[in-house]
């Protein structure tokens, strides 16, 4: 089993539209959990960190659930400059460890 | 606001040669990683440096390659006999200290290209 699994999709969204992405964790001694944004070819970005009681950032929301090991990010009113590739990321020891990332295409 | 630095932003170099990327990370952090993305693959963990000692290594830091911090501003990542394989980009990434400040801060990377 991967550490960290993402449905690499594209998904391809209207403006406007509200996306969600999954992604589940195999470790369950992992505390800290983070979205990170990468555009092409560049350095992934940290987004915001996914606390437990669910957290909210702007038109972004991300939730924890550690029972299902299973961590999520909804965007609302999505923008074209949301068009990125989102990665979910676990800090397992002193480490990041990174899913493939999942691609996100705003059309208008 | 202050930003990881990585230098040079692509390297060309042949098989076997030698080459050291660099990296100045962000001024009061005192932990700094290096990370390496193969073209359409995920980002994988190399290294991790504390206390001018490593902390953690992945089992793709093998023998070829070493780190350093040469002075209080650089740090630095070597691959000593390069392969076709190493080509990819490297993000060098720095945190401060505290387990409560766990956010890590990327540079822009440094695109290696082996041929």
């Known amino acids: 089993r991967k550490e960290v699994e993402q449905d690499p999709g594209p998904f391809n969204v209207p403006e406007g539209a509200t996306v969600a992405f999954n992604c589940t964790y195999s470790?369950?001694?992992?505390?800290?959990f983070f979205w990170y944004r990468q555009d092409c070819r560049k350095e992934p970005k940290l987004l915001m960190s996914?606390?437990?009681s669910g957290n909210e950032d702007g038109r972004f929301t991300a939730q924890l659930n550690r029972a299902s090991q299973y961590i999520s990010l909804l965007i609302r009113d999505s923008k074209l400059s949301d068009s990125a590739t989102y990665l979910c990321?676990?800090?397992?020891?002193?480490?990041?460890?990174f899913g493939a990332g999942t691609i996100l295409r705003v059309k208008s | 606001e202050p930003e990881v630095t990585q230098t040079p932003s692509h390297q060309v170099t042949q098989m076997g040669q030698e080459v050291i990327l660099r990296c100045v990370p962000i001024?009061?952090?005192?932990?700094f990683y290096w990370y390496r993305q193969i073209l359409g693959q995920k980002v994988e963990f190399l290294v991790s440096?504390?206390?001018?000692?490593?902390?953690?290594k992945s089992e793709i830091f093998d023998d070829q390659f070493s780190v350093e911090r040469p002075d209080g501003s650089n740090f630095t990542l070597k691959i000593r006999s390069t392969k076709l394989e190493d080509s990819a980009m490297y993000f060098c990434?720095?945190?401060?200290?505290?387990?409560?400040?766990?956010?890590?801060?990327f540079g822009p990377g440094t695109r290696l290209t082996v041929l």
């Open positions: 001024s009061n952090h005192l932990y």
């Open positions: 990434a720095s945190r401060r200290a505290g387990l409560s400040t766990d956010t890590q801060y």
């Open positions: 996914v606390y437990s």
């Open positions: 990321v676990v800090k397992g020891g002193n480490k990041l460890v």
């Open positions: 440096f504390y206390n001018n000692e490593i902390s953690e």
């Open positions: 470790n369950s001694a992992s505390q800290s």
